[in-house]
């Protein structure tokens, strides 16, 4: 090893090692860093930076410091990395051992370790370099499911395993291992108040919500309470004394070529439900009371009455308009109104905005019709400009890879020492990239572009047609279908209250939908 290139050190915690801590053992980084430091200056190398990942993620996608350290051993900053072990570096799945793999063998980078030194760019080390990282696969697994084991045998005990505290709780640990839950009494008194409103005054999730947040009441994580908050709080039966494994499966699946991990609630029949050792906040009558509230039907839902229904939007706060009857007249009339109390928006009347809204569609036709010819040859203008600046960046693209390929020749050869290889090739390889990116931006465009002109082009026939067809029919649910079909959203706003019934002083901002 030559002294004057630079290393680094990757320390990261396991599973293990954070339970251990919270057990009140070591601190893992710290006893790390000292075993590498020992390593290094019998090697006379001083580390130029410390890697710290705080996170133990499964995958390389959950370790921003793992990210960041392959990135910079793709750049060849490293002539070698330090780690205690080689299960440190990728214990995940197949995919990202493999990634693992490929970066330090492909930048000549060593893995240095107390008990050997890895160049997987040479046979016998890659062998050995993979053989360890699917024995530690292994490994992983094996102490996935004894600590799956014995956080069920915990949970039987009656002990918490959550990772997160629920409202209402702290957490206590026991002499021996594991935790219990204890009350906390400025919390539960809040608990008890959630299920009083429920249980003896009936109050909807929404309403307690709005309670909790008019007393300045604070949740433990967000600003404000919300619905679904009150919610999970009224059916959680943590709060009669239970405790539960396996409520929320960890759910993996493959989207757009990435993993992505789910945690829905569990539907089947193995999750495991015990007493927990921890009192209960709430009472059994007024949980089975609150419990017997979820089971009541609800009334079923009449024919709709508005066909605009879900597509416009208060301009001024973002809300959806509903229809309210107003009864203030003789003849009852219907009106369309923001629910936001704290708005400014004034309401108008129903068949008015419908009027106003197919007129504006037939202006937004007739506009287009109007201004087709323009339009096309600006569109036409545009791409034609776009394919040029790609085959531009494509002939600047292909001129620095042929000059990549020549340094890398030369470098082969024996013309160019590493040394001036990674000088003279880091400068091309920047610009090559800059350049891929730019030509891949503008890949994305010109395809967007000449999808939004096809698609916008294919939108009109079906605005002609809800415009002819939308008053043949008195169906309420069949017009809002018609709308929906055309539209995204449609944007209100009144400034001002009318001096009569019929004049629609008021704003609407359609947005087509453009067919994907």
Not at 210 to 231: D, F, G, T, Y
């Amino acid at each position: 090893m030559q002294i004057d290139e630079d290393y680094c050190f990757y320390l990261r915690k396991s599973r293990v090692d954070i339970e251990a801590e919270i057990g009140g053992e070591f601190d893992t980084l710290k006893r790390h860093e000292e075993i590498l430091d020992l390593l290094a200056r019998r090697m006379k190398i001083v580390p130029k930076r410390i890697y710290k990942e705080i996170v133990s993620g499964e995958t390389i996608a959950a370790r921003p410091v793992m990210q960041e350290l392959l990135t910079d051993v793709e750049n060849d900053m490293w002539a070698g990395v330090f780690v205690v072990e080689i299960e440190r570096l990728a214990r995940g799945d197949t995919l990202d051992q493999g990634l693992v793999a490929q970066v330090f063998k492909y930048s000549n980078t060593e893995i240095i370790t107390p008990l050997k030194t890895y160049r997987p760019w040479r046979d016998e080390d890659e062998e050995y370099f993979e053989f360890s990282l699917f024995m530690s696969r292994r490994e992983y697994k094996k102490i996935n499911q004894r600590m799956n084991a014995g956080r069920l045998a915990s949970v039987r005990e009656g002990k918490y395993v959550g990772s997160k505290l629920p409202y209402g709780y702290t957490k206590e640990k026991l002499k021996g291992k594991g935790y219990k839950l204890v009350i906390n009494e400025e919390h539960a008194t809040v608990i008890r108040q959630i299920f009083k409103w429920r249980a003896k005054e009936h109050s909807s999730y929404i309403a307690i919500a709005k309670k909790l947040n008019e007393l300045n009441v604070q949740p433990l994580i967000a600003e404000k309470w919300s619905q679904p908050m009150v919610r999970q709080i009224l059916y959680d039966d943590l709060y009669i004394g239970k405790v539960h494994w396996n409520r929320r499966k960890t759910v993996k699946a493959m989207k757009k070529g990435k993993i992505v991990i789910t945690r829905p609630r569990n539907k089947s029949n193995d999750v495991v439900v015990a007493n927990g050792l921890h009192e209960p906040i709430i009472d059994i009558e007024t949980w089975n009371q609150v419990q017997s509230m979820k089971q009541i039907k609800r009334i079923p839902q009449t024919a709709p009455k508005n066909p605009m229904a879900g597509l416009l939007i208060c301009g001024m706060c973002g809300q959806k308009l509903q229809r309210k009857l107003c009864k203030s007249n003789k003849t009852p009339s219907e009106i369309l109104i923001c629910v936001n109390t704290e708005c400014q928006n004034i309401g108008a009347s129903l068949a008015l905005v419908e009027s106003k809204l197919i007129e504006s569609l037939r202006l937004y036709l007739k506009n287009y019709q109007i201004d087709l010819s323009s339009r096309e040859k600006k569109d036409n203008n545009e791409i034609k400009l776009m394919q040029s600046s790609i085959s531009s960046s494509e002939k600047e693209l292909q001129t620095f890879r042929k000059k990549l390929d020549a340094i890398c020749d030369l470098y082969e050869d024996g013309s160019y020492t590493r040394e001036i290889y990674k000088e003279r090739s880091t400068s091309i390889i920047s610009k090559i990239k800059t350049l891929e990116g730019v030509l891949e931006s503008q890949q994305s465009t010109l395809k967007k572009s000449q999808l939004l002109k096809e698609n916008a082009e294919s939108l009109m026939p079906l605005i002609s047609n809800v415009i002819d067809v939308y008053y043949m029919t008195e169906d309420i649910e069949e017009k809002n279908m018609l709308l929906k079909s055309v539209l995204e959203k449609v944007v209100y706003n009144k400034y001002e209250k009318a001096s009569d019934s019929v004049t629609a002083n008021f704003e609407l901002k359609i947005y087509p939908k453009v067919p994907s």
